[in-house]
């Protein structure tokens, strides 16, 4: 949807709140959660089997985690994720979970409502993120008790608390939104949750001169700011006298935007903020291939472009082969749709098939079955490469493409050679892989040429899926946000670049009052990303109590529009 031109912006003051945490997914549900007066205890009746963990515990069982010492309780664990935060909560969620266990949580929670800090969380739909858009038929890559957040067991809240299997346990993309959307009503949350809402800027306002307001870099702010840092004196919610936490920072957040209501009526909104969360997750830009047609109509970066083809009865087992290009599990999705409504497929990926840093690798066979029958068929169905003399180059491509292009490839046949060296069976034939291969162009007439190590290879298809990944989008960042990444000269990727923040408070490094999470810090895994809420929860909780500072009591500010 395009960006409202906010030429106008309502003229009462804005409110000004301690925390705004920006994506409504499981990133800021758990943060809500822990912001909203639920506090984890030590269960007294519980026992963790790391002793080492267990005897700190012990130490300070009459005090929440979010008042520990955190760096204390995380030395020494370890984990699949790089964030020690995100390992100690894990192991304190899910003990022993990598050795195989189901452990039941160590944790005890209590709700102390006078712990209450008011917040709102803006997010695009209804609470879920991007879990509300996947396709419902796959199965998530996590079991579905790992998709869970604190204080409700995901079982007990799904499929009437019914298992697929000891072995299986996963979930559908739908049945997690589900979760996620009756957690927010079932804890109490819905109040702090504003839907459908858009944030185009937000921006750092800094306290000018005595009497001279805020500014935010393109002058003193007018009648919007005013009535809020109003001659260096603080108004807190209408509440003149008391002050607003700056976070160290000198200054508070400018959150703007619009929310959709009615339809398609959008209301403009502007707020201020002592501190601005960002958990907007990473699935807002697909990664772009860069190469010639790219744009065309029949290229898409989105499995669901393939589902959408099939339910329309455009694509069958008559059509041009569609090809996938990717190694990851959504390019291993994509083949499974197609191989499943017996459609070819052209399967394009740069790696070798024996690469260790392919994701099949990770994966259990008794977990994974459908994942691992695309990795043998990657590794068993590769396309036979001719051999080819030797011709002079272009910018490292055959000057030859142009005739290659002219010259379409017969209807490409796995070679034999490695499915007898496989020892198992062709488990779909219409299937065939191109590993070590990338794609030179896209061209109007449906066609598509590739590139091997000594040959280019040109095929007619029906379309074309480019599942290489995905980036944040921060547009409403200065900079698209490039300034927080650990290298700050190249744009934000959760797997290259990260968000740059302290490892236990998830405050961004660059620009303090700001803070990141989830894949933003990369923790891809809902397992994982619940460590960046509790980071970041106890770091605001211990501020504010350390400034003297009480929180209000009871429920949120939000209500579901802005006021």
């Known amino acids: 949807m395009p960006l409202l031109e906010e030429t106008t912006v309502p003229r009462e003051h804005p409110p000004t709140l301690p925390v705004v945490i920006i994506g409504n997914g499981p990133s800021g549900i758990c943060l809500s959660y822990l912001l909203s007066g639920y506090k984890p205890y030590l269960d007294p ?58 452990f039941p949580p160590v944790l005890q929670w209590r709700r102390d409502k006078q ?75 819905k109040q702090n949750f504003v ?32 009535g809020v840092y109003e001659g260096g004196k603080g108004v807190y919610e209408g509440r003149e006298g008391e002050g607003v936490d700056e976070g160290g920072a000198g200054g508070l957040w400018e959150v703007r935007g619009y929310q959709r209501v009615q339809g398609d009526t959008h209301v403009p909104f502007c707020l201020f903020s002592e501190n601005v969360v960002l958990a907007t997750g990473a699935s807002d830009s697909p990664a772009q291939l860069g190469v010639e047609g790219e744009e065309l109509p029949f290229v898409f970066h989105s499995i669901s472009a393939l589902g959408l083809a ?32 017996n459609i070819s497929v052209l399967h394009v990926f740069r790696k070798h098939v024996d690469d260790p840093g392919l994701i099949f690798k990770q994966l259990p066979k008794t977990l994974y079955p459908e994942y691992h029958k695309v990795y043998h068929m990657m590794h068993s169905q590769t396309h036979a490469t001719p051999n080819m003399a030797a011709t002079s180059t272009t910018n490292g491509l055959p000057s030859m493409a142009a005739s290659v292009c002219s010259k379409m490839c017969s209807k490409p046949q796995p070679t034999t050679t490695n499915m007898a060296a496989s ?19 896209f061209q109007p007439d449906m066609k598509c040429v590739l590139q091997g190590s000594n040959s280019l290879k040109a095929f007619k298809i029906s379309m074309a899926l480019v599942l ?46 700001l803070f990141a999470m989830g894949p933003l810090v990369g923790d891809n895994f809902v397992r994982f990303l619940k460590g960046g809420a509790l980071g970041i929860a106890s770091c605001l909780l211990k501020r504010l109590k350390k400034k003297g500072k009480l929180i209000a009591e009871g429920g949120g500010v939000g209500g579901g529009e802005f006021i």
């Open 195 to 226: 839907d459908n809402t858009y944030v185009t800027s937000v921006q750092k306002l800094f306290r000018g001169h005595e009497g001279e307001g805020l500014e935010n870099g393109h002058g003193v702010l007018g009648e919007g700011g005013k």
């Open 45 to 102: 009746s519980a026992v963790h089997p790391n002793p080492v963990l267990y005897r700190k515990l012990q130490e300070t069982r009459h005090l929440p985690i979010t008042e520990q010492d955190l760096e204390y309780l995380s030395e020494g664990l370890e984990g699949r994720s790089g964030n020690p935060v995100a390992v100690l909560f894990d192991t304190l969620l899910h003990p022993n979970a990598d050795f195989g266990y189901e």
């Open 423 to 441: 020892g198992g069976p062709v488990l779909f034939p219409d299937y065939t892989s191109f590993p070590e291969h990338c794609v030179v162009s």
């Open 115 to 189: 712990q209450h800090l008011p917040h709102l969380v803006l997010g695009r739909a209804t609470p879920g993120g991007a879990w509300h858009v996947m396709e419902g038929s796959m199965l998530t890559i996590s079991l579905g008790i790992w998709m869970e957040l604190p204080g409700i067991n995901y079982r007990d809240l799904s499929n009437n608390g019914k298992c697929r299997g000891v072995t299986n346990d996963r979930a559908t993309p739908e049945e997690i939104s589900s979760y996620y959307r009756n957690y927010v009503k079932l804890m109490g949350l």
């Open 468 to 513: 290489i990944g995905t980036h944040p989008n921060l547009f409403f960042l200065k900079g698209q946000g490039q300034y927080l990444g650990l290298d700050p000269t190249k744009p934000i990727s959760c797997k290259q670049n990260p968000v740059d923040v302290h490892p236990y408070t998830f405050e961004c490094t660059k620009d303090p009052g």
């Open 310 to 341: 099939v339910s329309r009865k455009k694509l069958g087992p008559n059509s041009d082969p569609v090809l996938i290009v990717g190694a990851g599990l959504s390019a291993a999705d994509a083949v499974l749709c197609a191989c499943n409504n």
